[in-house]
Structure formats: C-alpha cells, structure tokens
T-cell receptor, first 111, second 116 residues
C-alpha cells in the first residue's frame, strides 16, 4: 500500500460546481498535512495547511480525519482557474519531517 | 513572503558535462531544503533532503556521487548533476522549509534540464 494515496482523476466539472478530493495516508504517526496545487509545467504552490479542527479559506475547505487517516479538500463554486493538479502532502515525525506526496488529483473545470 | 528562487530556470548541456542548480530562500532561513525530480505527467520524486551544515540524506536509488548536494548556508543549497546523461533530463525542483512556524514547504520555480 502506498503511503499517501489520491484518486488521480481527472475530475471534470462545470463552473460553479462543488468538488471534493480525498487523500488517505498509511502512517498513523503522521503529524502535518497540506494541500498543494500544481499547474502544468510549474512548481507546486501551497494551497493550505490542514489542521485537526479543519480550516477554511474562501471557497476552499480542508478537513482531517485522524481516525480514518484521510484528509479532504472541498472546493465550492469552481472557477476555470481552479483547473490544476492538487497534491496531498503528509509529513511524519521523527527527524526531518520528511514530506510524502500523493500522486495528485487532476481537476478540470469547464465552462 | 516565503519566496524560493532557483537558477537557472532552463539549461541544455551535453552528455558528460556537469550542471549546477542553485536554490535560494529569499526572505526566510531554511534549515532544511529538499530536492525533487519530476518527469512528464508523473508525480514529484524526492531525491534528497539537505540540512544546513550536514551531509544530505539521499532517497533509495539516488546516487549521491552523481547528484552532489551542498547546503552551505541557511539560504542556499546547490545540486550538481555530474556526468550528465540524456536520461537525467527532467524537471528539478527544490523546496525550502522555514526554521520557524509550521512544516510547510515553499517551492522554487524549477529547473528544466535537457541533456543532449
């Protein structure tokens, strides 16, 4: 089983739709969780950190479920500019908190 | 804030030559920097973790003598691809993690290496 798993998609949704991605992780000692966004041929950019209490930033909401070992990202009112690959990143304690990336979920928002 | 630069952004070199890529954190100090490689339509692959003032830790399957990493200061890490081969052609991305705050990483814009 991979350490961090994501549905690769693509998720193809119309503008204005709500879309949700899940990411599961296998190491119960994982401490830090993030969502990054990567556009084609560009570097990943931090979208948001994921806290135990959940957090919201505008149209984006991230949740952490430690019991089931998954994190989620909800995007409301999708925009064309949301089209990208969304990467789930999990860091585990012990030394340097080495990050582990999921393979990413591709989102395509169409008019 | 949290800007990371990489230089060069694009490089073409001949087989057998060496290429140095610089990664700088511009407005924060980074005790830890990471080097990744990404092939087209594939996920990021961690190559090595670089801690300032100590030797880099390489991931399994990454040759430390081929990919030389130097993290000489809290704002600079370099990756040198030695004796480059065409199969080394890839997108190399560095990231830096701040000495303070959470464990977020901030990525450089990447270096596209083509070995002919």
């Amino acid at each position: 089983r991979k350490e961090v798993e994501q549905d690769p998609g693509p998720f193809n949704v119309p503008e204005g739709a709500t879309v949700a991605f899940n990411c599961t992780y296998s190491n119960s000692a994982s401490q830090s969780f993030f969502w990054y966004r990567q556009d084609c041929r560009k570097e990943p950019k931090l979208l948001m950190s994921v806290y135990s209490s959940g957090n919201e930033d505008g149209r984006f909401t991230a949740q952490l479920n430690r019991a089931s070992q998954y994190i989620s990202l909800l995007i409301r009112d999708s925009k064309l500019s949301d089209s990208a690959t969304y990467l789930c990143v999990v860091s585990t304690s012990g030394g340097s908190y080495i990050p582990t990336f999921g393979r990413g979920t591709s989102l395509i928002v169409h008019p | 804030g949290a800007v990371v630069s990489q230089h060069p952004s694009r490089v073409i070199c001949k087989s057998g030559t060496s290429v140095k890529i610089e990664c700088r954190s511009l407005d924060f100090q980074a005790t830890t920097m990471f080097w990744y490689r990404q092939f087209p339509k594939q996920s990021l692959m961690l190559m090595a973790t670089s801690n300032e003032g100590s030797k880099a830790t390489y991931e399994q399957g990454v040759e430390k003598d081929k990919f030389l990493i130097n993290h000489a200061s809290l704002t600079l890490s370099t990756l040198t691809v030695t004796s480059a081969h065409p199969e080394d052609s890839s997108f190399y991305i560095c990231s830096a993690r701040s000495t303070s705050g959470g464990y977020e990483q901030y990525f450089g814009p990447g270096t596209r290496l083509t070995v002919t």
